[in-house]
């Protein structure tokens, strides 16, 4: 089903790409170092729940494959498979391009399309296609159910964070970490927040299926 808000950030982010190419700003973040350190974190949770073993993973809002190459650099987790998807169709044409290993594949998509361990997101809901609050909320919402359908282990998403939920002028949404925890657990369970100095206006939600 086509989604509005989807497009709309195809063509911003593609339109992005085009100008800044596959870096860090061309994914709108501010530096290469703080988009690793969300990349720290969420591969340190991975490689947690992973007891060491090989684990596969989907990464919903890929962009150019920053963090599918930080994993093949870094090597832990061992990965059996990874699958990274984006809405953005010409940033999946370039992960497919650069791809370095057959074990990571690339879709367009906004969910993975098969039982998954580990459903990771970075960053994927940071830009807002919309300036309503409620709506932006739904749409984020949504998409997280869509994915943890498909989730085996666990969920784990980051997002910037203010005292209250709210979309700057500039569309980035800022959710409130309370309303987000309460919200995973009554749609998920418990939901662990990793907060880290280096990224003060950042947490990582890590919600973990029953049993594992
Ligand atoms: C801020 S960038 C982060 C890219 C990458 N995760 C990183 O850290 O380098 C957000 C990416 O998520 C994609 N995106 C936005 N909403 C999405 C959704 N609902 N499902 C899948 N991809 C999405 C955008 O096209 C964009 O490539």
């Known amino acids: 089903m086509k989604n509005i808000y989807n497009e709309i950030l195809s063509d911003v982010y593609g339109a992005r790409f085009q100008e ?28 947690r729940l992973g007891d060491g073993a090989a684990v596969d993973i989907a990464d919903i809002g890929c962009g150019y494959g920053a963090f599918a190459n930080y994993l093949l650099e870094k090597g832990d987790p061992e990965i059996s498979k990874y699958t990274g998807y984006d809405i953005c169709p010409q940033l999946i044409e370039e992960c497919r391009e650069q791809s370095q290993s057959i074990a990571f594949n690339f879709e367009v998509g906004s969910a993975p399309i098969f039982p998954t361990m580990f459903t990771v997101m970075s960053g994927t809901y940071n830009l807002s296609a919309t300036s309503d609050i409620e709506n932006w909320e739904k749409y984020v919402f949504n998409c ?20 209250q939920s709210m979309i700057s002028k500039s569309n980035i949404y800022y959710a409130s970490k ?24 950042d947490a990582t939600f890590v919600i973990v299926r029953a049993g594992k």
Request: positive net charge; charged residues 20%.
């Open 178 to 201: 309370v309303a987000i925890s309460e919200a995973c657990i009554k749609r998920f369970g418990p939901a662990k927040v990793i907060l880290n100095n280096e990224i003060p206006k």
């Open 144 to 163: 997280l159910e869509r994915c943890w359908t498909h989730t085996t282990v666990a969920m784990i998403f980051n997002l910037q964070i203010e005292d």
């Open 20 to 47: 800044y190419g596959a870096t860090a700003k061309g994914s709108f973040w501010l530096t290469r170092q703080r988009q690793e350190v969300r990349f720290h974190i969420i591969a340190q949770e991975v490689a």
